[in-house]
């Protein structure tokens, strides 16, 4: 196996990480508590090719490989961890579906615009009743003529508010559980259409999540994505790619964390000398550099199997579920290690414990990962 990286995939890593340094890291913290959408940064984000890293360039994209992606997606996540999902949300969920299953007409004018971040994407797949149960959703599209009415009400929709397209899943036949669910790109201009609660949540609150809401909304046949009755098969071959963004939020996340406590163990001293001489404070340095190098591993793997045009499904939930707790365990330490400062404010832990968490639980929680991981080795 090649551990290293080409030329153009550290380029573009490098490119990433002075952006975070430079754009993202500075306000994290302020775009935080005040749950303000960085709207400015992901158009600048659009402009260094960074919206639709993996789509063609005949698209708008910028015809990159997964492992480019997801190490432009962890340096983001390191200087802000919204911003980082934004990207990812974008770039797996929505720009992929639709280069995958859209027509030529619905490539020229929902993809490039996204590609290129002139528009910005958002996925919805959740309801109120059907989260990991995805194929339990009940927002029902009833075909009437040319256009499909949609009524109804989605949950938990990353970029709900600030997103122009909306990739969305409905029920078309309330007949069938997964067949009876197909995908739509929803233009939020349609009539009928509007933007519900947003969620006050625990962390990445520089991102919204909101509920979308349809009242008699009316969807025009050709925005239906792929065939009629084919929205599970897809939702479900979206969300591996989708799982290899959230590794790489979620190793972002963690890396920052190992960062942040080595500058931090290493200029605080108690007892004499630095906290990083402490063999305690050694050990949990090193497991976090063990586990978040391990959680690389798996990406990168699964990355270069999707590249490969291998199926990935199983590497890809690994890759999710071990660097998501790795990235939960390496912030809770890192509080610890900044002790009462690390429970305050001032320094940036504080927010990446709470950022953390979400990765255990979007894309497919800890438990579904193990599900699939599961399923994969028993050949169920």
Known sequence: MDFKFTEEQEMIRDTARDFAKEHLAPLAGARDEEQQFPIEVI?????????????????GGSGLDAISYVLAIQELSKGDASAGVICSVNNSLVCFNIEKYGTDHQ?????????????????????????????????????????????????????????????C????????????????????????FKVGKKENKLGIRASDTTE????????????????EGMGFKIAMETLDGGRIGISAQAIGIAEGALE?????????????????????????IADMAMRIDASKLLLYRACAMKDAGEKFGKEAAMAKLFASETAMWATTQAVQLHGGYGYTKEYPVERMMRDAKITEIYEGTSEIQRIVIARNVLNW
């Open 260 to 284: 942040e406590s080595v500058k931090y163990t290493k200029a605080r001293e108690q007892f004499g000398q630095p906290l990083a001489k402490f063999q305690a404070n050694e050990f949990k």
């Open 43 to 59: 158009r600048q984000l659009g402009d260094l090719g960074f919206m639709g890293m993996m789509v063609n360039e005949k698209w």
């Open 107 to 167: 490539k020229e004018t929902y993809l490039k615009p996204l590609a290129t971040g002139q528009a910005l994407g958002a996925y919805s797949l959740s309801e109120s009743v059907s989260g990991s149960d995805a194929a339990g959703l009940q927002c029902f599209a009833e075909k009437k003529g040319d256009h499909y009415l949609v009524n109804g009400t989605k949950m938990w929709v990353t970029n709900g508010l600030h997103s122009d397209y909306v990739v």
């Open 212 to 227: 979308l809401v349809f009242e008699n909304c009316m969807v025009p046949k050709e925005n239906l994505l792929g065939e």
């Open 169 to 192: 899943f409905l029920r078309t036949d309330k007949s069938h559980k997964t067949r009876g669910i197909s995908a739509f790109i929803v233009d939020k201009k349609f009539p009928g």
